[in-house]
């Protein structure tokens, strides 16, 4: 099949600290791996060196520019994630393929595939969760915080739960809307906050994993991307996976008393009572 004329290729992407490519296709759809603390695009300047692309980003037309030699690059942002989530992220080299592919996120077309650590193990293996969730928005010139409801829906799968450690959960989250948030806000509604999420978590659990295991990263990964889109007049499929980040299997694996983690916190450091309860005792529910 007939390459289009794409400018920019990926070997081209100035990628950004720990970004590496997954895959990408013909008609300029790329698919990058972020780590997690790797920002989706700069808010500013001096954002750029935390940024996916070490490139300038024009946040009205969503697009990273960037020159090598006198030839001028550009790169279109598809969807975003958060700072502290890893994974999956897509880009275009084309104009006409963006706008192809950020209507099928828009209209809900694309399989999106999340996996996080929780706190509790549902007392169901799957199931939907439908929420109401808050939204900001400005009537005229004034700003209510929470002034509209919009609906959020996800199914989820209990993928794994430890014996004898964190009182956890491995959790496979299919979003099947687009809400800022949304996995994180539903995971805490319905009791179930995500490991190390410093902003709807469990601050309290989130501390004690960090002093048994080192791990701070919010445990949220998005593992896999796919679709069918129609492109040129043909039926066409990608599709991109990201491995679990190692950190996952270290707080999964975590038993009190076998160290099994990096904590930052020596045994040595923890006060005596610490170190005699350590192996007998439960964790916070």
Not at 36 to 58: C, F, T, W
């Amino acid at each position: 099949m007939a390459s289009l004329p794409n400018t920019t290729q990926p070997s081209d992407l100035p990628l950004g600290h720990g970004v590496r490519l997954i895959t990408s296709n013909e008609h300029g759809i790329v698919a990058l791996d972020k780590p997690a603390g790797v920002m989706s695009h700069p808010n500013e300047a001096a954002d750029i060196k935390r940024a996916l692309l070490q490139a300038d980003y024009d946040y009205d037309k969503e697009v990273f520019t960037w020159k090598i030699g006198d030839v001028e690059h550009r790169a279109w942002l598809i969807n975003r994630l958060d700072s502290p989530t890893s994974g999956v992220i897509l880009l275009a080299l084309n104009e006409e393929i963006t706008t192809t592919i950020k209507l099928m996120f828009s209209t809900h077309k694309v399989n999106k595939i999340y996996y996080a650590l929780v706190k509790h193990v549902p007392t169901k293996p799957a199931g939907t969760w439908s929420d109401q969730l808050k939204k900001n928005v400005y009537r005229g010139k004034k700003f209510i915080k929470g002034g509209q409801l919009i609906p959020a829906k996800t199914r989820y799968q209990l993928v794994k739960t430890p014996t004898g450690g964190f009182p956890i959960a491995l959790l496979r989250l299919m979003p099947l809307t687009g809400r800022t948030h949304q996995l994180r806000v539903q995971c805490q509604n319905h009791r179930h906050p995500i490991v190390g999420d410093r902003t709807y978590g469990s601050f309290s659990f989130n501390k004690e994993v960090v002093i048994e295991t080192g791990e701070r990263r919010m445990m949220l990964h998005s593992g896999e991307t796919s679709m069918r889109y129609a492109f040129k007049g043909k039926m066409h499929v990608f599709k991109a996976v990201s491995e679990l980040p190692e950190s996952f299997a270290t707080v999964m694996r975590f038993r009190p008393g076998l160290h099994a983690g990096k904590a930052t916190v020596s045994s040595a450091t923890k006060s005596p009572a610490s170190r005699s309860t350590l192996a007998g005792r439960r964790f916070r529910r």
